[in-house]
């Protein structure tokens, strides 16, 4: 079930976020060698988000004025309830960009991450209409009412690193992503970034829903 509010219930939630199941043998040696391939992508999205990508993404959007646009896409909601096309496209882009990485990080997906095309990754949330759809006050408070989401993602995380890990044996000896380890791992990313629609990225008033399932 989806909230429009702690407690609230809603059909579908405006953040939808899946990873195309690699139904192939990965490879083998980038895999064995992730955390090392992974750095140069992952350092040139540091320097875009000043913040980190992996699990707990949310840190990524903790620098503001950095990265992600989230207070002064939070001031212009304020004061003028406006959130500008291009700063809505920016947030959605680098969202996108970030993810594949996390993706490519957790060995879900053995292609080393695009800066523009989509590849596995399939990430996508709609243009508010901010007068209609978005309340001007709630950005101040947004942080504070997904606090129960920060404490069930920081077990979840931890739960998908486990999990990567034991896949990552799997790799090495049968070059398969054990789909039950991969669907987890995809709902937790899916989780973290439906609450960082709704408490950064501040395209919807929609309450997240406490669900791995799309």
């Known amino acids: 079930m989806i909230g429009h509010g702690p407690g609230g219930v809603g059909r579908e939630y405006p953040l939808t976020f899946t990873v195309d199941y690699p139904d192939r043998p990965l490879d083998r040696l980038s895999s064995a060698l992730r955390l ?17 990508i992996g699990f707990g993404s949310d840190v990524r ?12 896409v939070a001031l212009m909601l304020l004061f003028r309830r406006r959130y500008p096309r291009w700063w809505y496209d920016w ?3 680098l969202s996108r960009f970030s993810n594949r990485i996390s993706v490519y990080l957790a060995l879900m997906d053995d292609r080393y991450p695009s800066t523009e095309e989509e590849q596995a990754v399939h990430l996508d949330f709609p243009y508010p209409d901010a007068e209609r759809d978005l309340n001007r006050w709630l ?12 404490i069930a993602l920081f077990f979840l995380s931890i739960g998908a690193i486990v999990a990567v890990i034991i896949a990552w044996f799997a790799i090495l000896l049968t070059g398969r992503y054990p789909r039950p380890l991969f669907l987890y791992v995809e709902g937790v990313l899916r989780w973290e970034n439906r609450v960082g629609a709704y408490a950064f990225l501040l395209i919807t008033d929609r309450y997240p829903p406490f669900s791995l399932r799309p």
């Open 36 to 52: 090392i391939t992974v750095l140069p992508i992952a350092a040139l999205a540091a320097t875009l988000e000043g913040g980190s």
């Open 61 to 72: 959007y903790a620098g503001g004025g950095l990265g992600i646009l989230v207070i002064p």
């Open 91 to 93: 947030n959605l882009q």
């Open 139 to 150: 950005p101040l408070v947004k942080w504070l009412l997904a606090l129960p989401h920060y």
